[in-house]
């Protein structure tokens, strides 16, 4: 049973609501003990975080928004598409109970109170994570690990990756903070999360399920669909939170991430190096079982009991 926090952007690209769908039909693997929020409207974000999980009977998990703007306040909230929360909140989740407190204090609360025991799965921006780390150094050492969807290792693979990833580039410097912070972390970055996706036949499948967590999750989807005007969309945050129940779906190496904060075209840039004995390795993952992670997915989302 592992003990998480999912510290996340949700309500811009829907793999977020689908990482925390998993989450809520993994009751048997995972305590989820809390959601944090970051990056632009973090009050709305939990709103959406905190119906979904009112809709599974899990409203006694804490929804705690965190931090807005990136560490050094001088760089944009990017990626804020404007359809956030639309066909999900209603007026009546005006009521919605979020969490008094604020996303770092009570990562670090939940890290310092059950020592070795909390994963952290960071699915957004690094902010909250940095924050918590600059507060409470100790979290480095008594987390279990940090599981950081985040980042690209490799280039011109034939995947056609893009050079920089979103989550990392919002919010370099804290990015720096949390990979060069000596806690044991898992990195997921796009070079595997670009191979998993779900299409519209995987959503029909979800609708025959017919719970109210499934039509929820179907209607976000196909809207999400219908703004980025695609058949399908990748299951990048999903494939994290999969990773700290069964880290067999993926093959990971030791490395040393740097990331680049100052450069003219690379900045937000992860780099990938070989990890020296002296270096405390980040396991990056550098492959995935597609067909396994896949019924792995949907053979929890479309269960009954959870
Ligand atoms: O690059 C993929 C990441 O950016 C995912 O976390 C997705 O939700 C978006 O925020
Ligand atoms: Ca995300």
Known sequence: ?????????????????????????????????AVTTVHGNVNLRAKIAKKMLKIAGLENVPVAPGIAQPLMRDRPILGWAGHEGSGILTPEDDGLEISKFHAVDLIIS??????????????????NLAASIIREPD?????????????????????????REHNILCDPEAA????????PITMVPLDVTLKVYIDRKDLGEISAVKSPLANLIVSMVEEYLRIVKRDYTWLHDPLALSVSIDPSLVKTVDMKILVETKGEYTTGQTIALPARPEDNPVKVCVDVDVAGFKDFFMTRICSKNT
Do not use: C
Not at 151 to 159: A, D, E, I, K, Y
């Open 110 to 127: 939940e890290v310092m109170s059950m020592k070795g025991e909390i994963t952290l799965v960071a699915i957004g921006p690094l902010t």
């Open 176 to 183: 720096k903070i949390v990979f060069s912070s000596g806690a």
């Open 139 to 163: 979290i480095v050492k008594n987390v279990k690990e940090i599981i950081i969807m985040g980042g690209v290792t490799r280039l011109f693979n034939g995947l056609n990756l893009p050079y």
């Open 1 to 33: 049973m592992r003990r998480i926090i999912l510290d996340t952007d949700i309500g811009t690209d829907v793999d977020d609501a689908l990482a925390l769908a998993l989450a809520i039909q993994s009751k048997k693997d995972i305590e989820l003990r």
